[in-house]
């Protein structure tokens, strides 16, 4: 079993990271279109996306049956099927993955949920280093404004429910997002994240990003033909 | 006051656990559900209040894991973490509930079986042991311990090989004699390590069905504070709290124990 940073692969992988509201997925939607109109073989891979373990996640959120633990290790089974199934072998095969969340919102969220900082890391060390990791930085308040736009309701475990902060989801939900932030404050340094301004324009962070992603695209794999 | 291995999960208070954790463990086909069978009645017989548990029981994770493994689909980390995922949802809901009310909590296999497939599969130990150091330290591990000689015969004339338990997605192109030998030893060399360093109480496992039970019976009834011993043993010359020699029986079996029944395949 290799660790967190032991991965020498020729494909490259590109992360973004941020609370709800950065404007993270928007980003790497743009992303991934420049990189495919550029030829290169691209692929998206979303945080809870493995089929497997995706019903029992599912049914276990519905039911709300997960404690701190099982919410942890049910979302690093999924992220381990993607991983040994799907970003792995993809970049064996010198494609560029791409992740919309990472390994860092596990940290975030098991460890504002109450699990040891240093278990969780240890629990991901499976988890192959990303070539660059955006986290896009933004205010708590910029990010509510930008969520509670045409938004009805926030889920129990999307609130942080669970942690009996408040009754009023909503202000659940603010109480968690701020606590979130604080834990990826504290990433920045320890796992090198690329930190991007997600108060400026989208087409301002858009070329940071690309400038970025372009200095590091050596090895990757161009298609041969022209999409 | 009760231990983990290490880390404290959140929301679990230790305190006031006053139940025992009773664990057997031992290989696939070595006759736990046998004992667990007849360990479960005669616990009841003496007025112990019992739960039993095992590998893949959890509501949460437990029938997503056989629906995987059905497909043989599972990559070996994932495989791993989805184990832990139903063994934490046990003890959440099942063992620590029980332990509270004081309950008798025997379990088919703990954290170490699956360590020991994790470590045979290649894993990391350091992670596997850091993953499942939330767990409560049990109040006794009986381990029964067999030969790969001697469990052969035993799964194979009873229920024939099993992809799990033959090791297959270790050994893919090996036929299904070949590799549940390589599987099953290197399984066993790592219990034996286990063993050691987590202190198991060891049964010799080729016995008889009622000579392992009786050895059983000797160690639980050591484990539940002499309740058991005190009402049943002849009292000793002296003092009947004198320490019994180890593996001494402690009360006649007076149930017909059945045959091994055949066991299901590996949980």
Known sequence: ????????????????????????????????????SEGYGVVFSEWNSSPLVRDITRRGK????????????????????????????????????????????????????????????????????????????????????????????????EAGMDLDLSENPDESFRLFQGRILDEYEKMIAEFDLMVIDAALPIEAQQSQMRQIVRGRLTQAKRLRVAP | MRETYGVLLPGIDLADLTGKLIVIEGTDGVGRSTQLHLLRPWLEQQGHAVVDTGITRSELAGKGIKKAKEGHTLGRITLTLFYATDFADRLKNQIIPA????????????????????????????????IYSYALKPDA??????????????????????????????????????????????????????????????????????????????????????????????????????????????????ERIPAPAVAATED
């Open chain 1, 1 to 36: 079993m290799k660790r967190y940073g032991e991965h020498r692969f020729p494909g490259k992988l590109f992360v973004v990271e941020g609370i709800d509201g950065s404007g993270k997925s928007t980003q790497i939607m743009l992303l991934n279109e420049w990189l495919k």
């Open chain 1, 62 to 157: 519905k039911k709300q049956m997960l404690a701190p633990s099982t919410f942890s290790l049910i979302h690093a089974t999924d992220f381990a099927d993607r991983m040994e199934h799907n970003i792995i072998p993809l970049l064996k095969a010198g494609a560029v993955v791409l992740c919309d969340r990472y390994i860092y919102t596990a940290f975030a969220r098991d460890v504002v949920r109450g699990m040891e900082p240093k278990w969780v890391r240890e629990l991901y060390a499976f988890a192959v280093k990303p070539t660059v990791a955006f986290y896009f930085r933004v205010s708590l308040e910029v990010a509510m404004k930008r969520i509670l736009v045409g938004r009805k309701g926030f889920k129990y475990y």
């Open chain 2, 99 to 130: 332990l509270r009310a004081g309950f008798v909590v025997l379990t088919d296999r703990y954290i170490y079986s699956l360590m020991a497939r994790a470590m045979v599969r290649g894993l990391d130990p350091a992670w596997i042991r850091n």
């Open chain 2, 141 to 254: 591990v009986f381990y029964l311990r067999i030969g790969v000689d001697d469990l052969i015969p035993r799964v194979v004339f009873s229920r024939g090989f099993d992809y799990w338990e033959s090791g297959m997605d270790l050994h893919p192109s090996e036929d299904m004699y070949e590799s549940f030998r390589k599987y099953q030893s290197s399984l066993l060399a790592q219990f034996d390590t286990l063993a050691q360093e987590y202190d198991f109480e060891v049964i010799d496992a080729s016995a008889d069905v009622r000579t392992i039970f009786t050895q059983l019976q000797s160690g639980i009834a050591r484990v539940l504070d002499g309740r058991i011993r005190e009402r049943f043993a002849a009292p000793e010359a002296g003092s009947s709290e004198k320490p019994r020699p180890a593996g001494s029986p402690v009360i006649e079996v007076k």
